[in-house]
Nanobody, 117 residues
């Protein structure tokens, strides 16, 4: 499985940004995709994810109500819509891919999101 992420950038607090991640390869089994982020000096943390078969989503408490994960089945692409961005959201964002029961195993290249105050 290969993942190609895009959409990062520099924005101001309160702005919105959308990240995209396209998956290719063995994407025909039951799987989920999600987003993680890693800020300088911190561990990588889960942001949000989606189960591909039924569209169920899950979010970290820190982003609930501000971020939305969605998918485009035809394009095998997952999106992260980020609204009301805060400086604390500044991080390198990674998309991940995992088959049921095996956790996230595949990762895209990171994309930098910087939110200025």
């Amino acid at each position: 499985v290969q993942l190609q992420a895009s959409g990062g950038g520099l924005v101001q607090a309160g702005d919105s940004l959308r990240l995209s991640c396209a998956a290719s390869g063995r994407t025909y089994s039951n799987y989920y995709m999600g987003w993680f982020r890693q800020a300088p000096g911190k561990e990588r943390e889960f942001v949000g994810g989606i189960t591909w078969s039924d569209g169920r989503t899950d979010y970290a408490d820190s982003v609930k109500g501000r971020f939305t994960v969605s998918r485009d089945n035809a394009k095998n692409t997952v999106y992260l819509q980020m609204n009301s961005l805060k400086p604390d959201d500044t991080a390198v964002y990674y998309c991940g891919f995992g088959f049921y029961g095996r956790g996230y195993e595949y990762w895209g290249q990171g994309t930098q999101v910087t939110v200025s105050s």
